[in-house]
């Protein structure tokens, strides 16, 4: 059952309880791989979700830690869907940190998000994300590579439509409102886009005026996932031009989410921000 793009959540999930067995057992990481025959950075890899677990090592772990009942088929039934593969599997040419992405994406219940210079990909319409998707792809990018990339963009938003949607939290810079993404009429629209958003009750929006200077998160956008359960930590998600960085560890999520909430203390309230927003689509 070895496989799988990335950390999945279910794959974080039955990483996080094989840990929890390991030292419930009283064994290191160490003693582990002495006793099954493996190398220390296998244990850690299965322990930490990047890899998927095999049944054969999966049935190993099991019988160390002396897990058996009832409890042993929840883990067994755990791995199996860990290894499930999602709808954007289908698209072979999405990098292995969009995947990942995309699967923590569609499990999660809320995201918070602080967006700087360009509008949350769940919120974009499809005119505003094939500009976008054609300016960060390389010159001469075949036209069918762009139609997927936003159909795949387009599919995602679903979640916000789904029963028990996805809830967004956007604090959006003032800035991305006046960048003519593909032109006054495409950025027209998107805007336009936004305000009907905004009365969706999953949905909230909030401007970071211009204004108000420098702020937390004048350096890094980034999204802040949660999941529906207590067990299922909170993780951090920036995307860079070239790659993504997730941040798991609690004390460095705490300053993100504290970020978060001051910036979204100093934007403007959601009605205000919705004015903000129709005086742009007046203007443009």
Known sequence: ???????????RRLAAELRVLRERSGLTGEQTGERLGWSVSKVSRIETGQVGVR???LTALLDLYGVSGSRRDALADLARTAM???????YETISTDYANYISLESEATDIRCFSQTLIHGLLQTEDYARAVIKAALV???????VDRRVEIRMTRQRILHRDNPLSIWMVLDEAALHRLIGG????RAQCESLIQLSELPNVTIQILASSVG????????FSILSFPEVYDPDVVYI??????LWIEDDREVHRYSLAFDQMRAMALSPHESVELISEVVGRL
């Open 1 to 11: 059952m070895a496989g799988g793009r990335g950390p999945t959540l279910r794959r």
């Open 55 to 57: 049944t054969g090592d």
């Open 84 to 90: 499930q593969r999602g709808w954007w599997d289908t």
């Open 139 to 145: 010159p001469f990018t075949s036209a069918s590579e």
């Open 184 to 187: 006054a009429d495409i950025m």
């Open 214 to 221: 420098a702020h937390p998160g004048a350096n890094t956008p």
């Open 239 to 244: 995307e860079t031009m070239t790659s993504s």
